[in-house]
Structures are given as C-alpha cells and as structure tokens.
C-alpha cells in the first residue's frame, strides 16, 4: 500500500488498521467495478479507498453532504470549529475534503457528490462492487445510508460498516443495528472484522 500522503494529516477517525483493510477490499473490488463511500468527512477512508481505485484506474463515488453529522455540530462532542462556516452558520467540509484530494493526486478518482444519501441514490442504477458506510451514526441517518446503498452492491461485493459496537457500552448501537439488518436479510455473509470495521459479502 502506498499512500502518496499521510493519512494521519487528513482530520478522521478512521484508525490506520482499519484504513489498511479497507485499501485491500477496495484493491480486490476495483478489478470488478467502481466503489462508493457514505460520510467521506474531510477525506481520510477517500485517500485509502482512492488510492486503491487509482491503481486500477477505477473510480470511487465520495458520498457526503459535508455539513457534518450530529456530533459533528456546533456545541457537540466532535465539533471542529476549522470546519465551521461562520457566514452561512453550518458545517462545511467540503473544502478541506477537496484540498486533501488534490493533495492525494486523486481528483481523477474521486467523484464527490454533495448531497445525503436518499438524494444520491435516488436515480441510482449502477452496480458496486464496495460499499462503505460511516456516515451519520442516529437510528434514521444509518439506516437511510443502508436502505440508500446495500441493493446497489454486486453479487460478491464488499459492504463495510465502520463503528460497529456490538456491547452498548463501547458505543453508539446503530452501525451495529444496520450489520445486523444485513446479516439478516440472508443477502451477505460474514467476513472477518478489522476492529470496528465490520465486513461482509453480497452473495
Ligand atoms: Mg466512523
């Protein structure tokens, strides 16, 4: 895996193990057809997952209204005030997530779409090959994010579900909730976890 820069400079939560999976998910799943990520943030998960597509000459849909999740606003517990647009009084990420891409050399890659997850797929009809959700981590905004992508995703494709707490006492339950909708639904099987990044395959 090489990064052309430091995933450590890009502001996340994404723990570098777990950025190293999902590079080779994406490497495996970019040989079959493009991928897509909800809750891009400023760009962190993108540089992994571009970085892959690019050496396939693949493209990655980077899904992200950029006006942060609930714990990401004024006031709340992962609020970044570098984020805040002070004039139109919201988040705004977009702009640093730009410039992380055009740092990463992967604007030829990474296709943004800012918008939330029901208005993106609403016109959907493009298969994909990967799926990664870590978008906002409310019951509803989960659970939009899975109704939203896991039919888009091909026979043998990877859906991966960042934060997953099965103990309540670890965190949030609802990336949980939804790996666990997917498991039921008898459409995808299991593969090993990268700490709290659950897997799974579209049979
Ligand atoms: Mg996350």
Known sequence: MQLTINPETIKGFLHPDEGARLYDLAADAAR???????????GRSTLYLGTAC??????LYAVDHH?????HQLGEEYHDADLYDAAAGRMDSFREFRRNMDAAGLSDTVVPIVASSPVAARHWNTPLSLVFIDGGHSEAAALADYRSWSTAIASGG???????FPDPADGGQAP????????ASGLFEPL????TLGVLRRC
Request: a negative charge.
């Open 176 to 183: 949980w909730h939804i790996y666990q909708l997917a498991m």
């Open 67 to 71: 006006r942060g999740s609930e714990e």
């Open 192 to 195: 090993t976890s990268t700490l």
């Open 158 to 164: 990877f859906l991966a579900i960042h934060d997953i």
């Open 32 to 42: 079959r057809g493009p991928c897509l990520e909800v809750g891009s943030y400023c």
């Open 54 to 59: 690019r050496k396939h000459e693949q493209l």
